[in-house]
């Protein structure tokens, strides 16, 4: 009897314990966005989105940020997205299941680990200056392409490989082929887990600054840009410079500059979250 | 069957072209509508000057880099037509770029160094070196100190030479007391950084390493605001905007403790941490009419904005006009 309720105690004890730990990120994610809310909402009039950044806080606006950081995760997206499902469907239909196929597997998901950072060196080696696309849109997009790849690879991979197999089974006993069986089957089925990593790279994408330093990426333009190859700034950037800078005033407008971050990064989220949605349904 | 896919597929494309084009366009409408709403503003100042178009790109020190674009800021209303960017990849980073002929303006907040210059010439780059403004190098402790009002040179070498023994505030001088030191100062890629260690310990970069450093300034205020035994240093700015959390210490260079102000910064008898802030210019880019236009713009301008932003401008911008005539 006693043991049972010894055992009952520390059933409900972990379970406290448990939910304490969540709390502590619940509670530290509160309190930030709390403290991010209270400085940067003043500052959000209509003219912090319509104006150039300024020397004066009141006059300075976040405009070109936005423009530069949609047109970089647009860009993104076109690039990563195919590549990165045309490689996992190549590693999960196609490829034997060989060392070779191990070997690459296993790389892809090392880079994913692989500080970004890094990814800018390479971008400014062969983007900037070999192919010569200067500090462009084009140059910072392709980088980030690269940065969020592996994450649209191995997310790709999971969700073909949850494909159940009697879907592909039973699309051959109709005499499909396998390209037939791809296309109609495995990437419709595939397509909510495939969409869940074009979230995650998008959310990567919008936050990375440190890629874009090393692009090139300019902290201040004079007009926005107007096509692949002009040059930009990006919204990370822009809250890393004000947040650096001596008057208190500016601080206030970097926390502005987040709410406005997370204000587009929630928006793609629900849209990608929406389109999901609406795939998970038809295929059920 | 098959078409029906295409279409969609077409659809979505052309869907996808539409939203970039939206982008891109709504971004060149406002971008528009900016321009001419400032052109009205300053009707004066932009009829008189000629309406140029092109590309200016600048990089450099963090340290130049408000009073550049408080200059391109103001520089948009006159000549809206004229692309500039201005992005901060420190001194180093900016004369890398500078050197490979990649930007046509570097900020820098140290002279031009002899491999630079090497490098330049390699690429047959020549150059303009223009002083925009003066900055000191503040020294200071916490508010609640109250056994220092000024330090000498030799002391401060002593607390921050490379092979350091000081500990404690006694440690320095027998006067202080025996509490710990605990130091603040900038990361080693800082031009602050290697303005300072030069100065101070004779040798640029050489420096003792257990120190707390941050790229941020504003880190190393509130680390020294919220501890009585911290003494750290970085740009006259900062000091500046957290007064009444800090306090300065005087440096006595053997002339005296000198406090750093708009005037001991400018006659430079704040010595050793008084230091010019230059811009460099390509000499070739100077041909282009935008270039041009924006330096002498850049040097009309720099008393006013270089104050405006926090630095101390130079008694006379006469001889830096001379230069680029």
Same mark, same amino acid.
């Given at each position: 009897?006693?043991?049972?309720?010894?055992?009952?105690?520390?059933?409900?004890?972990?379970?406290?314990?448990?939910?304490?730990?969540?709390?502590?990120?619940?509670?530290?994610?509160?309190?930030?966005?709390?403290?991010?809310?209270?400085?940067?909402?003043?500052?959000?009039?209509?003219?912090?989105?319509?104006?150039?950044?300024?020397?004066?806080?009141?006059?300075a606006?976040?405009?070109?940020?936005?423009?530069?950081?949609i047109?970089?995760?647009?860009?993104?997206?076109?690039? +990563? @997205? $195919?590549?990165? #499902?045309g490689?996992?469907? %190549?590693?999960e239909?196609?490829? =034997?299941?060989?060392?070779?196929? *191990?070997?690459?597997?296993?790389?892809?998901?090392?880079?994913?680990g692989t500080?970004?950072?890094?990814?800018?060196l390479?971008?400014?080696a062969?983007?900037?200056?070999?192919?010569?696309?200067?500090?462009?849109?084009?140059?910072?997009?392709?980088?980030?392409?690269?940065v969020?790849?592996?994450i649209?690879?191995?997310?790709s991979?999971?969700?073909?490989? +949850? @494909? $159940?197999?009697? #879907?592909?089974?039973?699309? %051959?006993?109709?005499?499909?082929? =396998?390209?037939?069986?791809?296309? *109609?089957?495995?990437?419709?089925?595939?397509?909510?887990?495939?969409?869940?990593?074009?979230?995650l790279?998008?959310s990567?994408?919008?936050?990375?600054?440190?890629?874009?330093?090393?692009?090139?990426?300019?902290?201040?333009?004079?007009?926005?840009?107007?096509?692949?190859?002009?040059?930009?700034?990006?919204?990370?950037?822009?809250?890393?410079?004000?947040?650096?800078? $001596?008057?208190?005033?500016?601080?206030?407008?970097?926390?502005?500059?987040?709410?406005?971050?997370?204000a587009?990064?929630?928006t793609t989220?629900?849209?990608?979250?929406?389109?999901?949605?609406?795939?998970?349904?038809?295929?059920? | 069957?098959?078409?029906?896919?295409?279409?969609?597929?077409?659809?979505?494309?052309?869907?996808?072209?539409?939203?970039?084009?939206?982008?891109?366009?709504?971004?060149?409408?406002?971008?528009?509508?900016?321009?001419?709403?400032?052109?009205?503003?300053?009707?004066?100042?932009?009829?008189?000057?000629?309406?140029?178009?092109?590309?200016?790109?600048?990089?450099?020190?963090?340290?130049?880099?408000?009073?550049?674009?408080?200059?391109?800021?103001?520089?948009?209303?006159?000549?809206?037509?004229?692309?500039?960017?201005?992005?901060?990849?420190?001194?180093?980073?900016?004369?890398?770029?500078?050197?490979?002929g990649?930007?046509?303006?570097?900020?820098?907040?140290?002279?031009?160094?002899?491999?630079?210059?090497?490098?330049?010439?390699?690429?047959?780059?020549?150059?303009?070196?223009?002083?925009?403004?003066?900055?000191?190098?503040?020294?200071?402790v916490?508010?609640?100190?109250?056994?220092?009002?000024?330090?000498?040179?030799?002391?401060?070498?002593?607390?921050?030479?490379?092979?350091?023994?000081?500990?404690?505030?006694?440690?320095?001088?027998?006067?202080?007391?025996?509490?710990?030191?605990?130091l603040?100062?900038?990361?080693?890629?800082?031009?602050?950084?290697?303005?300072?260690?030069?100065?101070?310990?004779?040798?640029?970069?050489?420096?003792?390493?257990?120190?707390?450093p941050?790229?941020?300034?504003?880190?190393?205020?509130?680390?020294?605001?919220g501890?009585?035994?911290?003494?750290?240093?970085?740009?006259?700015?900062?000091?500046?905007?957290?007064?009444?959390?800090?306090?300065?210490?005087?440096?006595?260079?053997?002339?005296?403790?000198?406090?750093?102000?708009?005037?001991?910064?400018?006659?430079?008898?704040?010595?050793p941490?008084?230091?010019?802030?230059?811009?460099?210019i390509?000499?070739?880019?100077m041909?282009?009419p935008q270039?041009?236009?924006?330096?002498?713009?850049?040097?009309?301008?720099?008393?006013?904005?270089?104050?405006?932003?926090?630095?101390?401008?130079l008694?006379?911008?006469?001889?830096i006009?001379?230069?680029?005539?």
């Amino acid at each position: 009897m006693n043991y049972v309720k010894y055992r009952k105690l520390k059933n409900s004890i972990f379970h406290g314990v448990i939910f304490c730990i969540t709390l502590i990120g619940i509670v530290i994610l509160a309190i930030l966005l709390i403290d991010i809310i209270k400085r940067g909402v003043p500052f959000l009039t209509r003219t912090f989105f319509t104006n150039f950044p300024s020397r004066f806080p009141n006059k300075a606006g976040i405009l070109p940020g936005i423009v530069g950081s949609i047109n970089i995760i647009l860009l993104t997206i076109a690039f +990563a @997205v $195919p590549v990165g #499902l045309g490689t996992a469907i %190549y590693l999960e239909e196609y490829a =034997k299941n060989n060392r070779m196929t *191990k070997f690459i597997k296993i790389n892809i998901s090392n880079l994913s680990g692989t500080p970004s950072i890094v990814y800018g060196l390479l971008g400014l080696a062969v983007f900037v200056r070999t192919l010569g696309l200067g500090k462009s849109i084009l140059s910072g997009a392709l980088t980030m392409s690269l940065v969020v790849l592996p994450i649209v690879i191995v997310s790709s991979q999971e969700a073909i490989k +949850a @494909v $159940p197999q009697y #879907l592909r089974h039973g699309s %051959y006993a109709l005499g499909a082929t =396998k390209w037939q069986t791809i296309r *109609k089957i495995v990437i419709p089925s595939a397509l909510p887990g495939i969409f869940t990593g074009v979230i995650l790279s998008v959310s990567r994408a919008l936050g990375e600054s440190a890629p874009l330093l090393m692009v090139g990426a300019a902290t201040y333009v004079s007009k926005l840009p107007d096509n692949v190859f002009s040059v930009f700034t990006a919204l990370p950037l822009q809250i890393y410079y004000w947040m650096g800078l $001596p008057k208190e005033d500016f601080k206030d407008l970097a926390a502005a500059g987040i709410i406005v971050l997370l204000a587009i990064l929630l928006t793609t989220n629900a849209i990608t979250i929406v389109l999901r949605n609406k795939y998970q349904r038809s295929i059920e | 069957m098959r078409n029906s896919v295409l279409m969609k597929r077409i659809t979505a494309l052309a869907l996808g072209l539409a939203l970039t084009a939206t982008v891109a366009g709504c971004g060149s409408g406002t971008n528009d509508a900016e321009s001419s709403a400032s052109n009205a503003d300053n009707t004066s100042a932009a009829s008189t000057a000629e309406k140029l178009g092109g590309q200016i790109v600048i990089d450099g020190s963090s340290t130049v880099y408000p009073i550049t674009m408080a200059v391109a800021e103001e520089f948009k209303n006159e000549q809206p037509g004229v692309e500039v960017s201005v992005a901060m990849s420190g001194t180093g980073g900016g004369m890398k770029k500078f050197v490979a002929g990649e930007i046509d303006i570097c900020d820098a907040s140290r002279p031009i160094k002899q491999e630079e210059i090497d490098q330049a010439k390699a690429k047959g780059i020549d150059y303009v070196e223009l002083e925009v403004a003066y900055d000191g190098i503040s020294v200071v402790v916490n508010k609640d100190n109250n056994w220092v009002d000024s330090i000498t040179t030799a002391e401060l070498n002593k607390i921050w030479a490379k092979d350091s023994q000081v500990k404690t505030w006694k440690d320095v001088n027998p006067a202080w007391p025996a509490e710990p030191l605990k130091l603040y100062g900038p990361g080693t890629d800082s031009g602050t950084f290697e303005f300072f260690t030069e100065q101070i310990n004779k040798k640029a970069k050489e420096s003792r390493t257990d120190y707390t450093p941050s790229e941020d300034d504003n880190v190393l205020v509130q680390g020294i605001a919220g501890d009585k035994d911290a003494m750290g240093y970085f740009g006259f700015a900062y000091y500046e905007e957290n007064q009444d959390k800090l306090k300065v210490l005087k440096i006595d260079d053997g002339k005296g403790p000198i406090e750093p102000t708009a005037v001991s910064i400018k006659d430079k008898s704040y010595s050793p941490l008084s230091r010019p802030l230059f811009i460099y210019i390509n000499k070739a880019k100077m041909d282009q009419p935008q270039v041009r236009a924006f330096v002498e713009y850049y040097i009309d301008n720099a008393a006013t904005l270089s104050e405006e932003v926090g630095y101390v401008p130079l008694d006379s911008y006469d001889a830096i006009k001379e230069k680029i005539k």
